[in-house]
């Protein structure tokens, strides 16, 4: 909005043609994001805590966590979503079908974890919405949203799956690129909404994969560094690099808050939206296989191996809170899982060159 008025004045102020350089103002996005949550995040824990806008703490969870985290206000999500849907608002290309996309993401998995924190609120306890009332719910937002971005979407390629290492290794999936695309989506957000649970775990994860596509979205959209890392080029992806950056600045914000010992959780209106909206990002960049980089498999393995067998593989998923439950301090897991979140950010950004 504002990057589209400034662009008005710029036959008649030259410096303001700086505006048009997507690193520029994704600096700019960044930064405002950033600005934001930090003013506003302890103006909003103080009346979340007034309102006994609380976390319930899950009764089979790690014991020290109903003595540490009984009373922290939740819901933080709302925080990360004003920061970085007013900057993306302020300086990103509002007509790109990949910015809509990406805003309409955010927002209705957002307003679907809103909706999950103020169950668990409402009646104290940490169930919430119903896990199949919130994968139906996921499933028609997610439709609704790619359909509208498949019809509206003019890149002849779309419906191709890249596969990373490979400089030739592409299927088009046709058709069936529409249940991968909402895959996709619904994936990530769930991945992001697992991962959460421990002070900054979710929140630094997010900042470096939001790192990496805004690297990968600008080169993605650069018709020159496209051609050298040998990716395929797709016009208009590059603003995606604005979205990323107000993803970074608002976590990075929110972690002031949100580092060791926690004054605010996220809540599933943050970690269902960010998840969301990186696999989004993941679908427009052509890079969903690189997305897929991600530590959900332990639910996975931990739900299948307790019904053929009866027994649990970890004493309790997600998987953080099994080597809690295995006596590693809370600073520990943190700590270790964002070393591994730093190596698949690197693997992941290694996959652009070796091909």
């Known amino acids: 909005m504002l990057y589209q008025f400034?662009?008005?004045?710029?036959?008649?102020?030259?410096?303001?043609?700086?505006?048009?350089?997507?690193?520029?103002?994704?600096?700019?996005?960044?930064?405002?994001?950033?600005?934001?949550?930090?003013?506003?995040?302890?103006?909003?824990?103080?009346?979340?805590?007034?309102?006994?806008?609380?976390?319930?703490?899950?009764?089979?969870?790690?014991e020290d966590h109903i003595v540490k985290k009984i009373g922290t206000p939740t819901m933080g999500g709302l925080i990360i979503l004003i920061g970085l849907l007013v900057s993306v608002i302020f300086w990103a290309d509002l007509s790109n079908i990949n910015i809509l996309f990406c805003i309409y993401i955010s927002i209705t998995f957002g307003a679907l974890g809103a909706y999950d924190d103020f169950k668990k609120i409402k009646f104290s306890n940490s169930?919430?919405?119903?896990?199949?009332?919130?994968?139906?719910?996921?499933?028609?937002?997610a439709i609704i949203g790619v359909s509208f971005f498949v019809y509206l979407n003019d890149y002849q390629d779309l419906n191709n799956l890249y596969f990373p290492f490979f400089k030739n290794l592409i299927i088009n999936l046709g058709w069936f690129f529409i249940p991968f695309?909402?895959?996709?989506?619904?994936?990530?957000?769930?991945?992001?909404?697992?991962?959460?649970?421990?002070?900054?775990?979710?929140?630094?994860?997010?900042?470096?994969?939001?790192?990496?596509?805004?690297?990968?979205?600008?080169?993605?959209?650069?018709?020159?560094?496209?051609?050298?890392?040998?990716?395929?080029?797709?016009?208009g992806t590059g603003e995606v690099s604005i979205f990323c950056g107000a993803i970074i600045g608002s976590c990075l914000g929110f972690l002031w808050f949100n580092a060791p010992p926690a004054k605010i959780f996220m809540g599933d209106t943050g970690s269902l939206s960010l998840g969301g909206s990186l696999g989004a990002v993941g679908i427009i960049t052509k890079h969903e296989i690189v997305l897929a980089i991600t530590g959900g498999l332990s639910v996975m393995v931990q739900v299948i191996s307790f019904k053929l067998t009866g027994k649990r593989i970890f004493r309790m998923a997600p998987i953080h809170h099994h080597f809690e439950k295995k006596g590693w301090p809370e600073s520990t897991v943190v700590i270790r899982f964002w070393i591994i979140s730093i190596i698949l950010a690197m693997i992941g950004l290694a996959t652009l060159k070796l091909r």
């Open 127 to 141: 169930s919430g919405i119903s896990s199949k009332f919130k994968i139906i719910s996921q499933i028609i937002l």
């Open 181 to 235: 695309a909402i895959f996709v989506i619904i994936g990530s957000s769930n991945a992001v909404n697992l991962t959460d649970g421990l002070d900054g775990l979710a929140t630094v994860p997010v900042i470096l994969v939001a790192a990496c596509f805004a690297f990968i979205s600008y080169v993605t959209g650069n018709i020159v560094f496209s051609n050298y890392l040998q990716i395929p080029y797709i016009e």
């Open 6 to 62: 400034l662009l008005n004045f710029v036959d008649t102020f030259s410096f303001l043609n700086v505006f048009k350089y997507l690193t520029f103002r994704t600096g700019l996005s960044f930064f405002t994001s950033l600005v934001i949550v930090l003013f506003i995040g302890g103006p909003f824990i103080q009346f979340f805590s007034k309102q006994k806008i609380l976390n319930p703490i899950r009764d089979d969870g790690p």
